[in-house]
C-alpha cells in the first residue's frame, strides 16, 4: 500500500509539473504589439500624470513594492502579490509595514535597485524630498505616513501616524511605481528609468508612445513581447476603422461603437467590464454664487442618471455614490441603501420641482437665468457627459456653454481651481475607499477639485481608514457617503460600461473588472503569430 500511495504521488507530481509546464510552452516570444491611445499626456512621468493615457503605456516600464495579480480579474486585498517586495508585515500595533525587497534588480540603466530608491520615491510623494514633483496628483493617498525607515540596502518600513491596514492597496495600484533615486525628476518626465519588463523608447507628443523589451528584467523569460507601440488617435471611429483593419491588437470602445466592431470585425473577442472612473459634476464653491450650499444641492437634484446611462452607455452602466457598487465594487452602496440619499431618488420630476424652488428662492427662474461656463477634457468619455449636463440643467433655469479643454491642460487646469463647473472622470484607478477620499474629497488635497472641505467627514475618512473589519468599514463608508451626497460634495452621474475588444492573436491579457488603471504590466502577453 505504502509503495502504491508513492507511486500515486509520483505520478501526480509529474502531471503537475506537465501541467505547470504546458502553458509555457505554448507561449511565443517575439513580436510588436500595436495600441491606439485615446489622448497625449502631458509628460512620462506616471507619478505626475492622472490619465489612463500615460498609465497604460507606462506601467510595464516599472515594478512597484507589491502590485495586483495581473491574471486576477477583481482586484481586493486577496489579489495582491509581492514584486520588487518579496513580501511584507505589519507590526502589532498596526503602524509600520515592512517590506523586505528583491536582490540583483537593475534599473534599466544598469544601476542596482536598493531600498534607498523607496525612501526617494515617497519622500517625493510626501512632499518632504529637495527633488519636487511638479504636480503630485496621489500626494494626498499618504498623508498617513509619518517617514520611509531603511534597514541596509534590501529592506523598507513605512511608519504610520496611526493604523491604516488598507495602504498594502494603495502600493498596489498601478499608479504605485517605485522611481529611481539617481535620476532627477525632471529627467523622468521626458525618458523614465524603471525595472519594468519594457524600457522606454520615445514620446512623441500627439504622435506615438513606444516600449521595447527589457533584455535584463528580473524575471527570467518575460516579457514575451518585443515591444508595445502606442498610436495616439483622439477620435474614436477612426480608432475603431483602424482596430477593424487589423492595425491594432487590442482596442477599447464604448457600448455604442460595440455593435461596430461585432459587425465588423467579428473575429475579434470583445470582454464587457465596468469603469471603475465615474464621470462627476464638480463645482467650484469658491466662485459666487457656486459658493451657496444650496444652489450646487439644486444642481444635483436636476440629474437624471439614469438618462446619462441610457444615452452613454445604451443602459448597461450603472448609477452609484463615490465608491463603485457592487457586484463590480467591494465597497459601494447597493441600490436600496443608494437610492436613499439626497438626490439619487428615482422620482427625477419631484427631484427638479424641489430644485426649480431652490433656484427661485435664489432669485432665479425663466425669466432670470444662470449663465455659466461648462469646462471639461476634451475627449469624449468626458466631452459627451458634459453635454448632457448642459441639457439637464437648463431644467432648473441654468444654462452652460460649454468649454473644451486639451488633455495636457485639464488636470493642471481643475487642480488649480481654474474652472466654475465642470465634468471630470474621478480618473481613481482603485477600488479602495482610501484612495477615492483621501483622492478627492478631504481638505485640501491635490484633487479635490471642487474645494470640498468638512472636518467631521475628514475624521468620518479616518475612521474607516483605521478599521479593519470589512463589515464594520463599510459602514463606515456608506455613512461617508451619505454626508457627500448630502453637502452636494461632487455629485456622481453614472458608471460606465466599456468593452476591451482583442484580435485573436493576442494572448494572456486578463481584463480587470474593477479597474482600469491595474491591468497593464503586459509581462504575460503574447502574440501567436
Not at 515617497?122 to 494626498?140: H, M, Q, S, T, Y
Not at 446611462?309 to 450603472?318: F, K, M, V, Y
Not at 439626497?342 to 422620482?347: N, S, T, V
Not at 456653454?401 to 481654474?418: H, S, Y
Request: aromatic letters at 8%; hydrophobic letters at 40%; a neutral charge.
Amino acid at each position: 500500500m505504502t509503495r502504491r500511495q508513492n507511486l500515486l504521488r509520483m505520478i501526480a507530481g509529474l502531471l503537475a509539473a506537465m501541467a505547470s509546464v504546458g502553458p509555457a510552452l505554448a507561449q511565443k516570444s517575439g513580436g510588436i504589439l500595436q495600441m491606439p491611445d485615446f489622448a497625449s499626456p502631458a509628460s512620462m512621468s506616471l507619478h505626475e500624470e492622472s490619465t489612463i493615457a500615460a498609465g497604460t503605456p507606462l506601467m510595464g516600464v516599472f515594478n512597484n513594492l507589491v502590485v495586483f495579480d495581473q491574471h486576477v480579474a477583481q482586484n481586493s486585498l486577496a489579489s495582491i502579490v509581492p514584486d520588487l517586495a518579496t513580501g511584507w508585515s505589519w507590526s502589532e500595533d498596526g503602524t509600520q509595514l515592512t517590506f523586505p525587497l528583491r536582490k540583483g534588480v537593475k534599473w534599466h540603466d544598469g544601476k542596482p535597485f536598493t531600498a534607498q530608491d523607496v525612501k526617494c520615491t515617497w519622500e517625493a510623494l510626501l512632499g518632504v524630498a529637495a527633488d519636487k514633483f511638479r504636480i503630485n496628483p496621489r500626494r494626498a493617498w499618504y498623508r498617513n505616513v509619518e517617514q520611509i525607515a531603511t534597514n541596509g540596502d534590501y529592506e523598507v518600513t513605512f511608519q504610520l501616524k496611526r493604523p491604516q491596514p488598507y495602504l498594502i492597496a494603495l502600493l498596489a495600484s498601478g499608479q504605485s511605481p517605485v522611481y529611481p533615486c539617481h535620476v532627477p525628476l525632471r529627467d523622468m518626465r521626458s525618458h523614465p528609468i524603471g525595472t519594468g519588463p519594457f524600457k522606454f523608447v520615445e514620446f512623441k507628443p500627439n504622435e506615438r508612445i513606444a516600449v521595447t523589451r527589457n533584455p535584463d528584467y528580473w524575471k527570467p523569460g518575460r516579457p514575451y513581447l518585443d515591444g508595445i507601440e502606442y498610436t495616439i488617435i483622439p477620435n474614436a471611429s477612426t480608432r475603431m476603422l483602424a482596430f477593424v483593419a487589423g492595425k491594432f491588437d487590442l482596442i477599447w470602445v464604448t457600448m455604442p461603437l460595440l455593435r461596430d466592431i461585432k459587425s465588423q470585425a467579428p473575429q475579434a473577442s470583445c470582454e464587457v467590464v465596468m469603469d471603475n472612473n465615474s464621470r462627476d459634476l464638480i463645482v467650484n464653491r469658491a466662485a459666487a454664487p457656486f459658493d451657496n450650499l444650496e444652489l450646487r444641492r439644486a444642481m444635483a437634484l436636476s440629474l437624471d442618471r439614469r438618462a446619462f446611462i441610457d444615452i452613454l452607455t445604451e443602459g448597461q452602466g450603472t448609477v452609484g455614490g463615490s465608491i463603485l457598487p457592487p457586484p463590480d465594487g467591494i465597497w459601494g452602496m447597493p441600490p436600496d441603501v443608494l437610492h436613499s440619499l439626497p438626490g439619487y431618488g428615482p422620482d427625477v420630476q419631484k427631484n427638479r420641482t424641489e430644485a426649480r424652488a431652490i433656484m427661485q428662492r435664489l432669485g432665479f427662474g425663466p425669466d432670470k437665468r444662470l449663465a455659466v461656463s461648462l469646462s471639461t477634457r476634451n475627449v469624449e468619455g468626458y466631452r459627451d457627459a458634459a453635454v448632457i449636463a448642459i441639457s439637464q440643467l437648463r431644467e432648473i433655469y441654468i444654462d452652460g456653454q460649454l468649454e473644451l479643454i486639451e488633455t495636457a491642460n485639464w488636470f493642471p487646469r481643475v487642480m488649480r481651481k481654474d474652472y466654475t463647473v465642470g465634468v471630470t472622470v474621478s480618473e481613481g484607478g482603485l477600488d479602495e475607499p482610501d484612495q477615492k477620499f483621501y483622492e478627492a474629497y478631504v481638505c485640501g488635497a491635490e484633487r479635490n477639485y471642487a474645494g470640498y472641505c468638512n472636518d467631521e467627514t475628514d475624521r468620518l475618512i479616518d475612521r474607516q481608514s483605521m478599521e479593519a473589519s470589512p463589515e464594520k468599514r463599510r459602514n463606515l463608508v456608506w455613512e461617508v457617503e451619505r454626508r457627500l451626497a448630502e453637502d452636494a460634495s461632487r455629485p456622481v452621474l453614472l458608471y460606465s460600461r466599456f468593452a476591451t475588444c482583442m484580435q485573436p492573436r493576442l494572448k494572456g491579457l486578463t481584463t480587470m473588472t474593477n479597474s482600469r488603471f491595474n491591468g497593464w504590466r503586459m509581462e504575460d502577453v503574447w502574440l501567436d503569430q
